[in-house]
């Protein structure tokens, strides 16, 4: 099992709620499997993709990323668990303004020390990212920019892929070709994919669906 | 994993090169002007230390008379007594306008020698006994001395020593007095033995020797007495130690004014840098790595920066040497080597300051980045929230430190607390400058009815947090600037008013020697014209040097005469011989008041009838009446004297005197020459403080460029709001000119009140405890102005390359603010 939730929950403070953002969340994710997670704006998508990703702490519950509980974990545990086990594929980017963009696919990889020079470069090739590896961030429209978070994040073969609304910026054509090639390279290196998204039609294609509203996973 | 997290986070720079440069460039001046104003100190007080050594050796445990001079039948008396003893004959030697102090010592007696000329100090010179002995004689002197020897001497065997202080020179005594014609004269006997009469000789005299036994001091005539070593010469070190610390104050003052700029500019890196840490940290960087990562690079950057100081303070100092060297020989009478001197602890202190400022300029942005939650979006406007919520707390801390600073004032006396006074009321007013800017700009906004003036005050207060270092920074160096501007022209207005009263006789006449003065005075006096003779006698207080001249009783003193207080009767009651007239500075030094008496050698007139004005004089001056002066020390020389002339005379008197006389045309000075050679020594003195005070604004400036062209990524989503609704951008770029001089503007008068107060403090504080006088404030309105409209200046130039940017910025780049792409 690569992610493993059990009851978690969740409080935001001045949320405003009078609730849990997450009230007693719990699912399971197996190596080469995806999941879509939906939910209204404000439901608490990202936030639970957040404490999958080992950004944040949570209430109670645990969570077991590749067989380790988050919960306890100091600081510097949760850095090596981002490092070597997590990608996440931020819903603004997050690429590097200053690196060009071959060094911001190669970034996370060389962080957790297994750079693959073939491994860029397919994936460079797959993304259409080729001719455009020696541009900087501000000479990207934002759906080339959307395309090097994602390659970034394929390049460290993780054991998890988060991904936060990673296709919003495309259209409807390049949406499909990267979900697909996100997928094939999930099937590949047999990870796991946990994707959020406003799309019902994007969630279909992946093999599960969840809807999270009020704090509570459908 | 550091060497790509490293590489990520140099990568910035790359893409930021000018904050990069601001960076260095705010660190190098920094160090620049620090170590520049360290170098000159550490020059001097080498100087010093180099000059006390030496004189220390010529300063044991010696028999003197307290007031006058020993004969040379005392030193036989002594001898025949059993005394070892070696004689010092001192004095000024004069000729042709120039003028050299002398040190006559008896090279076959003194042990001394072989310690102060080792061989090697004098180019091995093995016939240094022979030269030194016979005729025509031979001076000892530092090679750079020789340059300011009156012609006269250079027909003498000159040897040059290192281990002589500048502006000395030693010979025989035998050849010291027949220059100063002090055939008879002796300054002191410096003891050889450890007792007293029937000791043996000892080569270790000096100042660690046991004095006589109480009987052999008994038997000592009436007017000799045993001065112990070490107290004849006052240590330079003392007399100059607060022109170093006004040089340090300075100097620290513009460290700091670097140190906004290097603030300014590691907070904004650091903000700006936010949403990369944030994903670094996201991508699994440990955050202690990321810090240790961040440290080395401002560590690197610092030493880089600082290298590129002190190369540049290195060559700023050697520059400005020479300058300080003829302040510190013209205003305190003590000599420093004019070329500069490299030395490892000055390198190695500029480095240490240099990385102590980094860390304290870095210490801020790395505690908000330890405070940063991973999560938190990157906000290019939070820090300028946090800052504003902070002025608040910053304008407290500006008004306890400046109630410190007056505390301190009325607790702490002389020098440090006029220094703490300054330092609490200048960082303090600092400190309340972004308060006091944001009311301000607050209440115009609020008077305020045109919409786009509303949008110009409420966009300058957007951008107070990110200019407000810059801006304390621009007020003190303006306040600097009007404070020493005003302390020093105050200095030149009184010092010309008192060059005025002082040089009032038309006509000064130098002559070879005392037959010669005076028979041209007879002559002179035949003539049917005034000759005022300058006659003085030079002796040691307990306050240190002192000069006590005799005046002849004339109109020209009393109508002119410099007094800052006096008794009405004072000039009859000098006349009649029953007191003296002292300078401010030995007053003070000896806490006189009119009517109180000076401690001065039986015979003398003591109680105080005046004090008067003594500009630029480092020693104590007096005056009696010459009656008196010649009562009491009847051997005087009369070689000068002062003449006063109808104007039109003048030149024929001049050439009467050469004829006549043949006294050389150098020896003749007439008043006009003579107050513009004293003007360009006072003008000489006060290049350091221009040149600093200069250096200064100039740094200050460069803060507001740097801060301006720096800011200018987050003015964008600012201006594009206003531009989209119908603003043009050339209306944006003159807006944009029009509020960077609005800010500077109001800094500028807001440092005016400061500036005040800072010469106030120099002027009456400082000055009274660093040279022992108080000058009067004077007000130079015209200069203020001038100021403000440099500081004006500065800040439309620095506003400028931004302004052009906004005014030829494509519309797409201003889009972009309303997309994701930014």
């Keep these: ?218 | 994993m550091m060497r790509a997290a490293f590489h990520t986070l140099l990568s910035y720079w790359s893409r930021h090169r000018f904050q990069l440069f601001a960076l260095v460039a705010g660190l190098a001046l920094a160090t620049t002007l620090w170590s520049a104003v360290q170098a000159i100190n550490g020059q001097a007080r080498q100087s010093y230390a180099q000059a006390q050594d030496f004189l220390q050796q010529l300063d044991g445990t010696s028999l003197v008379s307290p007031g006058g001079s020993l004969h040379l039948s005392d030193y036989v008396t002594l001898k025949r007594q059993g005394w070892k003893l070696t004689p010092v004959l001192e004095g000024q030697y004069r000729n042709a306008g120039q003028s050299i102090d002398l040190i006559g010592i008896d090279v076959l007696t003194s042990p001394q020698v072989a310690r102060l000329f080792p061989a090697e100090s004098l180019g091995g010179d093995s016939d240094f006994l022979r030269g030194i002995l016979h005729e025509p004689g031979g001076i000892v002197l530092h090679p750079e001395t020789e340059k300011l020897l009156p012609s006269v001497l250079k027909e003498m065997q000159i040897f040059r020593s290192e281990a002589v202080p500048l502006g000395l020179a030693v010979a025989d005594i035998s050849l010291v007095s027949r220059l100063l014609q002090r055939p008879d004269d002796l300054s002191r006997l410096i003891l050889l033995g450890d007792t007293g009469p029937g000791a043996m000789p000892s080569a270790d005299s000096g100042a660690d020797m046991r004095p006589p036994d109480t009987r052999a001091l008994a038997s000592l005539p009436a007017h000799i007495k045993l001065a112990p070593g070490g107290t004849a010469r006052m240590n330079p070190g003392t007399l100059t130690e607060s022109f170093h610390l006004n040089l340090t104050a300075f100097g620290f003052l513009s460290f700091i004014v670097g140190l906004f700029i290097v603030q300014g500019t590691i907070g904004l890196a650091m903000e700006q840098r936010r949403g990369l840490l944030r994903t670094l940290r996201c991508l699994g960087l440990p955050f202690a790595q990321m810090i240790l990562i961040l440290v080395v690079e401002i560590t690197l950057i610092a030493v880089a920066s600082a290298f590129i100081g002190l190369i540049l303070g290195y060559f700023l100092a050697a520059s400005l040497l020479p300058g300080v060297a003829a302040t510190l020989s013209g205003l305190y009478g003590a000599e420093v080597s004019g070329a500069l001197s490299l030395q490892p602890a000055w390198i190695l202190s500029g480095l240490a300051m240099t990385l102590a400022g980094a860390s304290l300029a870095s210490a801020h942005a790395f505690y908000t980045l330890w405070k940063l939650p991973i999560l938190q979006a990157p906000s290019t406007q939070a820090r300028g929230q946090r800052l504003l919520q902070s002025y608040t707390a910053w304008a407290a801390a500006g008004i306890g430190l400046s109630l410190g600073g007056v505390l301190a004032l009325a607790l702490v006396e002389g020098l440090i607390g006029g220094f703490m006074f300054l330092g609490g009321v200048m960082l303090g007013a600092a400190l309340l400058l972004p308060y006091v800017l944001w009311s301000l700009l607050g209440m115009a906004q609020a008077r305020t009815r045109a919409p786009l003036m509303q949008w110009l005050w409420a966009d300058a207060r957007a951008q107070l947090p990110g200019l407000s270092l810059a801006l304390m920074a621009l007020m003190l160096a303006l306040a600097t600037n009007i404070g020493v501007g005003t302390m020093v022209s105050s200095f030149r207005l009184t010092f010309v008013d008192w060059l005025d009263q002082r040089l009032a006789a038309d006509l000064y006449v130098t002559t070879l020697d005392d037959a010669q003065g005076a028979e041209v005075q007879a002559w002179l006096s035949q003539q049917g014209l005034t000759v005022l003779p300058i006659r003085s006698k030079e002796m040691q207080h307990s306050t240190g040097q002192l000069k006590i001249y005799g005046l002849r009783d004339d109109e020209l003193y009393r109508n002119n005469w410099p007094m800052i207080s006096a008794r009405p009767e004072a000039w009859d009651l000098l006349v009649q011989g029953r007191g003296v007239l002292v300078s401010e500075q030995l007053a003070r030094r000896a806490d006189l008041q009119l009517g109180a008496h000076i401690d001065l050698p039986a015979g003398w007139p003591s109680e105080i009838l005046g004090i008067y004005a003594d500009y630029g004089n480092p020693h104590g001056q007096a005056m009696v009446s010459l009656p008196q002066l010649l009562k009491n020390a009847p051997d005087v020389d009369n070689l000068r004297f002062a003449l006063r002339l109808d104007p039109t005379q003048v030149k024929q008197v001049i050439n009467m005197l050469q004829e006549r006389f043949e006294i050389p045309r150098e020896n003749i000075t007439q008043k006009d020459l003579a107050k513009a050679r004293s003007m360009a020594v006072f003008d000489q003195t006060f290049l350091i403080t221009d040149a600093l005070k200069l250096l200064t604004l100039a740094v200050a400036s460069f803060a507001i460029f740097t801060s301006l062209a720096t800011l200018w990524n987050q003015r964008l989503p600012q201006l594009a709001p206003v531009w989209a609704m119908g603003v043009r951008r050339r209306s944006l770029a003159l807006i944009d000119i029009l509020r960077s001089l609005l800010m500077a503007g109001l800094t500028a008068l807001l440092a005016l009140p400061l500036g005040l107060l800072l010469s106030w403090a120099l002027l009456v504080v400082i000055n009274t405890a660093a040279f022992g006088w108080r000058l009067p404030v004077y007000l130079f309105p015209m200069n203020w102005l001038a100021l403000v409209l440099l500081a004006l200046l500065a800040a439309g130039l620095a506003a400028l390359l931004p302004a052009w940017r906004l005014f030829r910025i494509s519309p797409s780049e201003l889009l972009k603010v309303f997309s994701s792409e930014r």
């Design chain 1, 1 to 218: 099992m690569v992610l493993s939730i059990s009851n978690v929950s969740k409080t935001l403070p001045n949320s405003g709620l009078g609730r849990p953002i997450l009230d007693q969340v719990s699912l399971q994710l197996s190596a080469g499997q995806s999941l879509a997670l939906t939910g209204e704006s404000g439901s608490g998508k990202s936030t639970l993709l957040h404490l999958v990703g080992a950004l944040d702490g949570f209430d109670s519950g645990e969570i077991h990323l590749d067989g380790i509980p988050l919960s306890g974990l100091q600081e510097a545990a949760r850095a090596a668990l981002r490092r070597l086990k997590v990608s996440i594929v931020f819903q603004q980017f997050n690429i590097i303004p200053s690196l060009d963009v071959a060094a911001n696919i190669a970034l996370h990889a060389k962080l957790a020390g297994r750079y693959d020079a073939s491994l860029q470069a397919h994936l460079a090739d797959r993304l259409g990212l080729s001719a455009l590896l020696s541009r900087y961030p501000e000479q990207l429209s934002g759906g080339q920019q959307q395309r090097v978070a994602i390659a970034r994040a394929l390049a460290l073969r993780p054991k998890l892929l988060l991904a936060d609304e990673p296709t919003g910026n495309l259209d409807e054509d390049s949406s499909d070709a990267v979900l697909a090639l996100m997928l094939e390279l999930v099937q590949e290196s047999d990870s796991a994919l946990f994707l959020v998204t406003h799309s019902p039609r994007i969630a279909a294609k992946l093999d599960r669906q969840l809807h999270l509203s009020g704090g509570k996973l459908r």
